[in-house]
Structures are given as structure tokens and as C-alpha cells.
């Protein structure tokens, strides 16, 4: 049986339309006028327990509206949200302790206080047990290294730091499922790449249930292999990452650097070249007309070439082609073949 | 779906208690800045006293009290304050809670709200500069009214007290009420509280029959200074309104607080359907 169960789920919200000018605000004052904007339409989702789902879209797409119709934030206009048997909006208490919220603009961390202070909090609330309570400390200690900073106030930590506390301190009382919104927002790259590694290991030690909204397709590549994607209040898209890098990433670029500098280069029919500098040409085709062997073995015979690169398009790229209607992704056909190009001749990537 | 056990009472206390001493941490962070606050709030209020001081000593009465009468009536409103604001700090800065977004994080705790607004904040400084001017008015104030002191007077004291605190943290509520509306009511809740109150720091038949109505009916700072102090030392001036007002206060108080809570209730569920 699933743990979230998402069925048409729709919300509306209520917008105070505002006039320009002063005599506009005025009359709104008086006088107020309202629009209805969907915020969510109809979404339907199920998630299974130990799943790692990424949730994402562009701003305003819907997003932390469906997590905070999830934790019960929010009661929905229309639908039904089931998550272990119990209704958010009408069980917020019950489904509370099943559920830890990582809200990465927001902090739940004492200001002024040491972290532990917090955790006692916390520990209080949740009514942790004192054995569980160690249990876990001990695992942030060991895999977010909470134990450097757990006695410094949160005013004097950084970023990345205070981000792992914030991790641990939704952690702490072994929720089933947690929903991070944005929980790598403004991060540099080796502390996501620690908050991801955490991530992924509680996953897989405690089969926790996870779901996140972020804007960093590495997010989601590193840690989820499914991802649903949400634009205009509606699911645009729901699947493995892996297939929509195989529908959607079928363009291939080889990157040559030629000995000497070609003005007029014969290419196979098929590749066109995006883009040149010196010596350094772009070359672009697709995957399924033309193979990549053909285009190297045509290129090596018949020019001294001194670097090659082959470039398979980036998740983000694809994303924003989708976003921008650039890609309909239930006409495209999906790839025939798993090729793992990079290792191709040994090229250096 | 295995039920989730209510709190024990025993569990919400140690969890008052960890809110408190964590609040108290908090403050200790900065003392010299809290101590400051306070001093302040101190000094602001005893300038009022001053002058009410000198003018009283110069005229003796107004409308027939003294100024240790007046002071007694004063001492209610500081003393009340300061209770309110040490059990309902949150009430007072609840507004401020929805626009930072931490009444989402209260969501999604398995706790009361109102609980939890209630427990998170405790505002030392204030407590401390309120407290201490109606400490300081009270001492000097009450040998010279003459109050017996008996189980009775005590009783009715502690429960002023009480009330008229909690008829302050009614009328915060309301005003916190519109927060979930999205409307911000601080500055209007400000105008609206701190002038009547500053009206109640005298007795309210020195006034207008209006404003004596407003103070009764509307924002009902009398029950939180005039009818206390007039219990204790009965002007003549009690004449001008029916005696059944001296010990209203607990009621008035209680009644305000279920009032505003549904309205509260409204709110929340408002805002849970429309968002922020």
C-alpha cells in the first residue's frame, strides 16, 4: 500500500486585486476585489514507502503549496490527500509525528541558542525517548558531524551548517516520511554534496519516505530516481530521471580540437557545428540519426585532432526545454539503446 | 493506525518549562541589551507618574482622590500588564509569528497551537519594566489606601489581577486575529490600546459619559483598573455605575477570551483554506 496517496488534489486561492494608482488603492480598500487563482489542479500522485521523489518545477509552479497541503498547512479546495490512512488537514496533530518538515528559508533552530538547546526542545515535544533520543544523536554526529558546532549558538554558524542541523532537527523523531522544501537553497558545493550523502544514507538505514521540492537538478540526480515534475499547478510529467534523459537527451555534441585551424570542414550528413573558437569546433547531431562511433572514426580519418570530447545534455538543460514547451514529451519516442558514451576511445571528458 | 497518546499534564509542563528556561537562555545572551529594554520601558512609564505626582502634589485631589489613591488605581494597570505579558507574550507578537512563518512550523508539531504560541515566547524585559513600576506604585500606594488584608481581599485581588490581565491579552487577540486575514493591525491595535489604557490611569468618572461607555463596553480597561481599585477603596464617585461592576473583571475576562478564541479558530481555519 502506498504512503502518500495524492487523488485530484486542486487548491484555489483567493487574490486581492489591486488597482494602480492611489485612487485604485483607495477603491480596493472600500471596496475589495477578488480573482481566484489555482494554485494546484488536479494533481494525482502515489508514493511508496522508502521512496526518494523529487519534486520540482519552476517558481510559482506549485510546489510548496502541495507540501504544505501534505503536512495539513493548507486544507485543499478539492481532492484527497491519504498519507498512512490519516487526512493532514483533518489529522494535522496525529500526522505530525509521522512527518518531518525541512523548510531550507525557514529555520526551526533557536537563534540565540546552542543547537543542543533546540534538540532538548524538540526532544520535549516529540516526547523522544531517552535510548531513541542518543541513537540518533549519535548517527548526526558520525554522518553530519553535528558534534563540531552542537554547543556554538546558531547566530555564528554558517549556512551549511546550520542546514545540517536543521536536517537533523526534522530527523529527530524518526519521522516516516519527511518533505524537504528547497533544503540545498544557497548552498556551496561540497555542503549539498554532504547533505545529499546524509541524505541518501538515511534513506536507506531507516527506509524513511522522502520527498523534495528544489530548484538543483544535481539534487534530484544524486538522490531520487523518480521525479515528478509540476508547472501551472499540474503535473507535466512523472517518471524515472533516467527516462527522461533517455526521451529528451538525445542530443550529442563532440567537442574537437583540431591541429590546425579548418575553414571549410566536410561534416556526415546529420552533425552541424554550434559553435567555434580557434581551433575548437562544437558539433551537434542526434543520438538516434547519427552514431557517435561514425562521426569520431569520419572525423580522426580525415583531420589531426588533438582533444575530443563527447557532451551528453545535462538534466537542468532538459528541464527548462520542458518547461519552455520546447520538448512535448508524450509525442517524442523513447532512446533504443543505453550507450555509455563517455568512455567511448578513451576521450577525456 | 495506532492512536498517538494524548499529552500527560506532566509532559506539557516540562515542555512549558523547556520553552521558558530556553526563552530565559535567550535573554541571558543579551543581558545588557534586555537590561537596557527594560530600563526603558521603566523609565517611559515612570515619566507619566511623575508628572502625575507633581501636579497632585500641588492641587492635593482630583475629583476627589489622592495620589496614593490614584497611584493604587495605576498600580493595576502596570501590574496586570506585566502578568499579561509574562503568560501571553505570544498573543502579543502573534501577528509577527504568521509573517515570519513560524506559525507553519507550530503547524506541524503535534501540539496546540495556542499551546505552543502561548509556550514559545516569554518577554523578560518587558515583565521586568512593567512589573517594577507597579511594584514600586503598589508599595507606596496601598499602606496609605488602607486595605485590610484578609483571605477575602486577597482573593479578589489575586483574581483582578488575573482578569484584567487576561482582558489585555483578549484585546491582542483580536488584533492578532487579522493577522490571518492578512491584514496588519499592529500600528491601529497600538492607537486603540495604549490610549485607553493611558485613559484608565485615571478614574474613568472624570470623564465624558462616552468615553466612560468605551471603557466599559468597548475596551474594557475599567475592569481592569477602576472597578479593582474602587472595590478596595470605594470613592463616592462608585455611585455613578452599578455596584455589580466590582466583580466583574474574572467574568469580563473569561468571557472575552471565549469570544475571541472562536473568532481565532475562524481565523486559523481561514487561513488555512486561503494560505498566506
Known sequence: ?349 | MEQIKAYKKIELLKILFVFFKMNLKSMLEYKFDRFFIALAIFVREMVSIVVMFLILTRFVTIGGWTMHEMFFLYSFLFLSYSIFVFFFTGIRDFDDMVYQGTLDRYLIRPLGLMFQVVAARVDFAAILGHGTVGILLFTYSCKAVGIVWDFKSVTYYISALIGGAIIQAALFMISSCFSFWTIRTVNLRNLIFFNCRRFAGYPISFYPGLVQKLLIFVVPFAFVSYFPAQYFIRKPDLDMFWNGYLYLTPLVGAAMFVLVYIFWRAGLKRYSSAGN
Not at chain 1, 493548507?74 to 496525529?94: A, F, Y
Not at chain 1, 561534416?267 to 547519427?290: C, S, W, Y
Not at chain 1, 589531426?304 to 526545454?321: F, G
Open chain 1, 1 to 349: 500500500m502506498p504512503i502518500i496517496e495524492v487523488s485530484n488534489l486542486t487548491k484555489d486561492y483567493k487574490l486581492n486585486v489591486r488597482k494602480k494608482g492611489l485612487l485604485g488603492s483607495i477603491q480596493s480598500l472600500i471596496i475589495p476585489e477578488y480573482k481566484m487563482k489555482r494554485a494546484v489542479e488536479k494533481i494525482s500522485f502515489t508514493i511508496e514507502k522508502g521512496d526518494m521523489v523529487g519534486f520540482i518545477g519552476p517558481n510559482g509552479a506549485g510546489k510548496s503549496t502541495t507540501v504544505k497541503m501534505l503536512t495539513g498547512i493548507l486544507t485543499p479546495t478539492d481532492g484527497e490527500i491519504n498519507i498512512l490512512g490519516m487526512s493532514p488537514s483533518k489529522q494535522r496533530k496525529k500526522i505530525a509525528t509521522k512527518i518531518g518538515v525541512v523548510f531550507g528559508q525557514r529555520t526551526q533552530l533557536w537563534w540565540d541558542l546552542p543547537v543542543s538547546d533546540t534538540f532538548d526542545l524538540l526532544k520535549s515535544i516529540y516526547r523522544i525517548s531517552d535510548s531513541a533520543y542518543k541513537k540518533n544523536m549519535e548517527m548526526f554526529n558520525e554522518l553530519l558531524g553535528l558534534k563540531e558546532f552542537i554547543t556554538q549558538p546558531v547566530r555564528q554558524l554558517s549556512l551549511g551548517q546550520r542546514m545540517r542541523a536543521d536536517i537533523a532537527a526534522s530527523l529527530v523523531h524518526n519521522p516516516d516520511i519527511i518533505l524537504f522544501d528547497e533544503p540545498t537553497i544557497g548552498l556551496d558545493v561540497i555542503a549539498k554534496e554532504k547533505i545529499r550523502e546524509f541524505i541518501k544514507v538515511v534513506n536507506k538505514e531507516k527506509n524513511t519516505t522522502m520527498l523534495f521540492t528544489t530548484h538543483d537538478m544535481m539534487d534530484i540526480e544524486k538522490t531520487c530516481k523518480r521525479m515528478i515534475i509540476i508547472d501551472h499547478g499540474t503535473i507535466i510529467y512523472d517518471g524515472t530521471v533516467n527516462e527522461i534523459k533517455e526521451k529528451h537527451g538525445k542530443k550529442r555534441t563532440i567537442v574537437a580540437e583540431f591541429a590546425q585551424n579548418i575553414n571549410n570542414i566536410i561534416l556526415p550528413e546529420g552533425v552541424e557545428i554550434t559553435e567555434e573558437a580557434d581551433n575548437k569546433k562544437h558539433m551537434q547531431f542526434n543520438r538516434d540519426e547519427v552514431q557517435v562511433s561514425e562521426v569520431i572514426s569520419y572525423l580522426t580519418s580525415k583531420y589531426n585532432i588533438l582533444d575530443l570530447t563527447i557532451k551528453e545534455p545535462e538534466i537542468e538543460s532538459i528541464i527548462r526545454e520542458i518547461y519552455e514547451g520546447g520538448i512535448d514529451y508524450d509525442k517524442t519516442v523513447s532512446g533504443d539503446s543505453e550507450e555509455v558514451i563517455s568512455e567511448q576511445l578513451g576521450v577525456s571528458r
